[in-house]
C-alpha cells in the first residue's frame, strides 16, 4: 500500500519561502544581494564613531607630542624676542625707573658710525665665510668621490678633527703669530715671502679668520654623505648615454646636494651674521675695529650698560638676517627634480 505524499506546487514553493523570509526580516539583507553590508561587515553605525575616537585620539597624541616643543619655543624664541623689541623702547636702565623713550635708541644706532661699520665687517666675512667655506667644501667633496672607497674614509677622517671650539681657536691663534706662529715660519722659512702681519693687518684680518674653517668647519662631511647615498645607477646610466665627469656633476650630483645645500645655506648666513667668540678671542675687533662685528660691538654696548642700545641694534640684525633667510627660500630651488 503506497504512500501519498502531497506533491508541492511553484506556487506553494514561493509562498513558503515568502514566509520564511518574512519570519527572517534580516536573511535578505546578510545574503550579499546588494540590499546590505555582506555577511560578517561591521555595522557602518558602529564603525563610524570608532574611527572618529581613533582620529580625535591620535591629533591628542600628536598635540601632546608638540606641545613640549612648543612651549621651548615660545618661551625661549618668541618671548624673549618680544621682550627685546619692548625693552628697545625703553631706557632699559639696571636700577631706578624704566621709562618709555620710542624710537630714540633705533635713531641713536641708525646714526652710529661704529654701527656700520659692524654691519660692512659682518658683510664682508659673511661672504668671504659662504665662499671659502660653505663652496669649497662642495668641490672638494664631489672630487673626493671619485677616489677608491679606502681613501675616501681617510680623508673624512683628516677632514673633520675633534676639536672643540674653544681649543681650536688657541690653536689658531698661535699660528697665526706675527713673532713665533707657524704660518710666519712657513712664509719666511718654506716661501721665502717677507714677514707677514696675518691678524695685525686691517687688510687681513677677516681672510684669516675665515680661513680656518676650510680645514675644519666645513660643511664637507655632510656633502659627502649626502654623495654616498645617491644611487650608483644614476651614474651608470649617465656614462651609458655618454655623459662626462662634469655633465654626471652637473645634472647627477648637484642635483641631489639641492636640498642640503640649500639647508646648510640658512645655517651658513645665519652663524655667520652671528660670528663672535672666534673673533672676539682672535683679535677682540682688532686692528682698529676691522675685525669687530654686529654681536661684538652689541656685546660692547652691553658692557657700557647700554641695554636699550644692544637691544635695537640686535632687532636690527635680526631684521636683516630675516630679510636674507626669506630672500633665500623665495629664490633658491629644493627640489632635485626641478
Given at each position: 500500500m503506497s504512500s501519498q505524499q502531497p506533491t508541492v506546487g511553484a506556487g506553494d514553493r514561493a509562498d513558503q519561502g515568502a514566509d520564511q523570509g518574512a519570519d527572517r526580516p534580516g536573511e535578505a539583507e546578510r545574503s550579499?544581494?546588494?540590499?546590505?553590508?555582506?555577511?560578517?561587515?561591521?555595522?557602518?553605525a558602529t564603525v563610524a564613531p570608532t574611527s572618529h575616537r581613533l582620529s580625535r585620539r591620535r591629533r591628542l597624541e600628536g598635540g601632546l607630542f608638540v606641545a613640549p616643543a612648543f612651549l621651548f619655543q615660545l618661551s625661549w624664541g618668541w618671548y624673549p624676542l618680544l621682550m627685546a623689541f619692548v625693552i628697545s623702547?625703553?631706557?632699559a636702565r639696571f636700577r631706578g625707573p624704566i621709562e618709555f623713550t620710542g624710537l630714540e635708541s633705533y635713531i641713536r644706532m641708525w646714526n652710529d658710525p661704529l654701527v656700520g661699520q659692524a654691519f660692512k665687517v659682518t658683510a664682508i666675512?659673511?661672504?668671504?665665510?659662504?665662499?671659502?667655506?660653505?663652496?669649497i667644501p662642495i668641490v672638494v667633496a664631489i672630487l673626493?668621490?671619485?677616489?677608491?672607497?679606502?681613501?675616501?674614509?681617510w680623508m673624512m677622517l683628516l677632514?673633520?678633527?675633534?676639536l672643540s671650539g674653544i681649543a681650536s681657536t688657541l690653536l689658531f691663534r698661535y699660528m697665526f703669530n706675527a713673532q713665533y706662529g707657524l704660518f710666519q715660519y712657513i712664509a719666511t722659512e718654506w716661501l721665502g715671502l717677507p714677514p707677514q702681519p696675518f691678524l695685525n693687518s686691517s687688510d687681513q684680518v677677516l681672510f684669516w679668520l675665515v680661513f680656518p674653517g676650510i680645514l675644519f668647519f666645513g660643511p664637507g662631511l655632510i656633502y659627502m654623505a649626502t654623495l654616498q647615498g645617491i644611487p650608483a645607477s644614476y651614474y651608470e646610466a649617465a656614462?651609458?648615454?655618454?655623459?662626462?665627469?662634469?655633465?654626471?656633476?652637473?645634472?647627477?650630483?648637484?642635483?641631489?646636494?639641492?636640498?642640503?645645500?640649500?639647508?646648510l645655506l640658512i645655517f651658513a648666513v645665519i652663524g655667520s651674521s652671528q660670528v663672535f667668540e672666534f673673533p672676539l678671542i682672535m683679535t677682540g675687533g682688532?686692528?682698529?675695529?676691522?675685525?669687530?662685528?654686529?654681536?661684538?660691538?652689541?656685546?660692547?654696548?652691553?658692557?657700557s650698560l647700554r641695554y636699550a642700545d644692544a637691544t635695537a641694534l640686535g632687532v636690527f640684525l635680526f631684521v636683516v638676517t630675516m630679510a636674507l633667510v626669506i630672500i633665500q627660500r623665495r629664490f633658491f630651488r629644493e627640489d632635485p627634480d626641478t
Open positions: 550579499g544581494d546588494g540590499a546590505g553590508p555582506p555577511l560578517g561587515s561591521p555595522d557602518i623702547l625703553t631706557n666675512y659673511a661672504a668671504l665665510s659662504l665662499a671659502l667655506t660653505f663652496m673626493l668621490m671619485e677616489m677608491p672607497k679606502r681613501h675616501i674614509r677632514w673633520f678633527l675633534p656614462e651609458i648615454e655618454g655623459a662626462g665627469f662634469w655633465r654626471k656633476v652637473w645634472t647627477i650630483s648637484l642635483p641631489r646636494l639641492r636640498p642640503v645645500i640649500s639647508m682688532g686692528p682698529g675695529g676691522a675685525s669687530r662685528t654686529v654681536v661684538m660691538y652689541l656685546y660692547d654696548l652691553l658692557r
